[in-house]
């Protein structure tokens, strides 16, 4: 049985009218199957012969692994365990794509774009609500880098824990879909104690063998942005949900044409 890293929700029996979310962790069953026949060896031989003269650039500059914790942005009981693969585009902004394990057959369910302070602060206000903050995911322990020690980890973080970050989810893992269906999901992350669910936190300090009272201890000093967290950021304190609605289509027609 394939290893599945985060936690599925069901729903326990009603109480006062209301169903009660329970956290199932995915390992206790299977990885849904991708649809599809598996991979030919005609494939992977095309495969091979691209990798040995093709270029890929931006994926090498991906320097490390981050884990962490995502909720939708309009319902914090559905909850994903999210492992970043970050680069740097420089000082001031990393890119990440995220996958639902750190293992080969991992699937890639989105990504996440984090930003200095001083680059956030440059930000429509609109556009403010759409980033979550990083300083209570790092000082409690929540984000953390698999393997890397401590004392290393603190390096980096300490940066991390000054930013905000624009995440967006395509596959909704935690509900079974085999396939990336249903619009992309804004994403946002933990920002107190009490909103994970305690079995999230236990089988994720199993799997990788950290615990998260430790870290967070040995990071009570960092600190977050210099001007405190911005009230516009994580929502709002508001829930966010994507929609799709219908509009008219510009013709072809009405397009300016630089040549005639």
């Keep these: 049985m394939e290893k599945a890293d985060h936690l599925s929700m069901k729903d326990e029996p009603e109480v006062q009218g209301e169903p009660t979310k329970t956290a199932v962790h995915l390992s206790t069953k299977d990885r849904p199957k ?4 598996p991979t030919k060896t005609g494939t992977s031989m095309v495969d091979t012969a691209a990798a040995a003269v093709q270029s890929f650039a931006p994926l090498n500059q991906i320097h490390q692994h981050l884990c962490a914790f995502h909720f939708y942005a309009y319902d914090m009981t559905r909850q994903v365990e999210a492992h970043h693969f970050c680069s740097h585009i420089n000082e001031d902004m ?7 394990g750190p293992d080969p057959n991992a699937r890639l369910i989105g990504l996440e774009y984090m930003v200095t302070e001083k680059l956030f602060m440059t930000l429509p206000d609109d556009e403010k609500k759409l980033w979550h903050t990083h300083e209570w995911e790092v000082k409690g322990g929540f ?6 020690p ?5 390096q980096d973080l ?11 989810h395509f596959w909704q893992v935690e ?9 992309p999901n804004l994403m946002m992350a933990v920002t107190r104690d009490g909103q994970l669910y305690p079995e999230m936190i236990k089988e994720t300090e199993k799997q990788f063998g950290i615990s998260i009272e430790k870290e967070r201890e040995s990071r009570a000093y960092m600190k977050g942005p210099e001007h405190g967290i911005h009230p516009l950021a994580n929502g709002g304190g508001k829930g966010l949900k994507l929609e799709l609605r219908e509009v008219d289509i510009k013709p072809v027609e009405s397009v300016p044409r630089v040549f005639v």
Excluded: N, S, W
Aim: aromatic residues 10%.
């Design 34 to 37: 991708v649809p599809g026949e």
């Design 175 to 183: 509900l079974g879909h085999e396939l990336p269906i249903g619009l």
């Design 94 to 100: 990393r890119q990440c794509l995220i996958y639902d």
């Design 158 to 168: 300490e940066k991390v824990a000054k930013t905000y970050g624009k995440v967006f």
């Design 143 to 148: 984000l953390f880098m698999p393997g890397v």
């Design 150 to 154: 401590e004392v290393m980890q603190r």
